[in-house]
């Protein structure tokens, strides 16, 4: 929160020193920047066209990246709607948020719940840039079934490390299973840049996906929502799982029977970890 506190001053000295005109000069070449970065958005390079139609060949449409996100956002319209302040300890943990005193005494249903509340607007962005661009692509690339395994099992992972190291700290928000993806991501290019794939990921697609994890990442380094520690066992999870998950990803999907038995494995190595706490 130093760092965001740190950039919010910076920007009102900006505001306060510059004159209207400067502003309004400032104003119009955001907008300007704004309306580019849109347009690169949406335009389609030729070179992503043999990539596209690998993975909708693969799996034709993603289906566990949009559903995550439309229960973040509902959560998070009816947070709004309901009573408390939503950075509040006492409203997160009402809206399922993991803390050791409710979680570790028969409520551990928290450490599924937690990944889809959010303690405001900034914190629900960054959850956003950090799931989408990466998900749409990946969940195309390992199936929907290994992609829904690789989030669950490292944001439950995760969820259980930060109660390991703090017993009054309330961690919301779905960062250390998002950092699974990324652990996924990686054993999955390790395997693809051994196999040596036939259809290359084009630079646009890389940029896409490295912006918003750049945002995504700086916004969890300056937030404490979810340990530090967590986020690292969750990428650690995706990764270690990941290289058993997308063994041959370039040629085929995973088979869902590779999925079950790391499903499998993941209950019994959250089960394991909780049973101490």
């Known amino acids: 929160?130093?760092?965001?506190?740190?950039?919010?001053?910076?920007?009102?000295?900006?505001?306060?020193?510059?004159?209207?005109?400067?502003?309004?000069r400032l104003a119009q070449r955001g907008w300007?920047?704004?309306?580019?970065?849109?347009?690169?958005?949406?335009?389609?390079?030729?070179?992503?066209?043999?990539?596209?139609?690998?993975?909708?060949?693969?799996?034709?449409?993603?289906?566990?990246?949009?559903?995550?996100?439309?229960?973040?956002?509902?959560v998070f319209l009816l947070m709004l709607v309901g009573?408390?302040?939503?950075?509040?300890?006492?409203?997160?943990?009402?809206?399922?948020a993991n803390v050791a005193s409710r979680t570790t005494n028969g409520e551990w249903w928290r450490l599924v719940t937690?990944?889809?509340?959010?303690?405001?607007?900034?914190h629900l962005i960054a959850t956003v840039a950090g799931l989408v661009p990466l998900g749409l692509m990946l969940e195309r690339l390992v199936g929907s079934l290994a992609f829904a395994t690789a989030f669950f099992?490292?944001?439950?992972?995760?969820?259980?490390?930060?109660l390991s190291t703090s017993a009054v700290a309330v961690s919301a928000g779905g960062s250390g299973?998002?950092?699974?993806?990324?652990?996924?991501?990686?054993?999955s290019v390790i395997w693809g840049a051994i196999a040596n794939p036939s259809v290359p990921i084009p630079v646009a697609?890389?940029?896409?996906?490295?912006?918003?994890?750049?945002v995504f990442v700086l916004y969890n380094l300056a937030n404490d929502s979810i340990a530090i520690a967590g986020e690292v066992a969750g990428f650690?999870?995706?990764?270690?799982?990941?290289?058993?998950?997308?063994?041959?990803?370039?040629?085929?999907?995973?088979?869902?029977?590779?999925?079950?038995?790391?499903?499998?494995a993941a209950v019994v190595l959250a089960a394991g970890a909780a049973v101490p706490l």
């Open 205 to 214: 697609t890389v940029n896409r996906v490295v912006a918003p994890a750049a």
């Open 114 to 122: 937690m990944l889809f509340v959010h303690a405001g607007p900034l």
């Open 153 to 162: 099992g490292a944001g439950i992972l995760a969820a259980i490390v930060s």
């Open 32 to 74: 300007a920047a704004g309306l580019r970065l849109r347009d690169a958005a949406m335009t389609r390079s030729p070179a992503s066209a043999p990539l596209r139609d690998a993975l909708r060949a693969r799996t034709r449409r993603p289906v566990v990246t949009p559903a995550i996100l439309v229960v973040n956002a509902a």
């Open 177 to 187: 299973a998002i950092f699974g993806l990324y652990g996924l991501l990686s054993a």
């Open 83 to 96: 009573t408390g302040a939503l950075g509040d300890a006492d409203t997160l943990v009402g809206w399922g």
């Open 236 to 264: 650690a999870a995706g990764f270690v799982g990941g290289l058993v998950l997308a063994r041959g990803v370039i040629q085929y999907r995973p088979p869902a029977r590779r999925s079950a038995v790391i499903s499998v």
């Open 1 to 24: 929160m130093l760092t965001v506190f740190s950039l919010l001053i910076v920007a009102g000295l900006g505001y306060y020193l510059t004159t209207p005109a400067e502003r309004a």
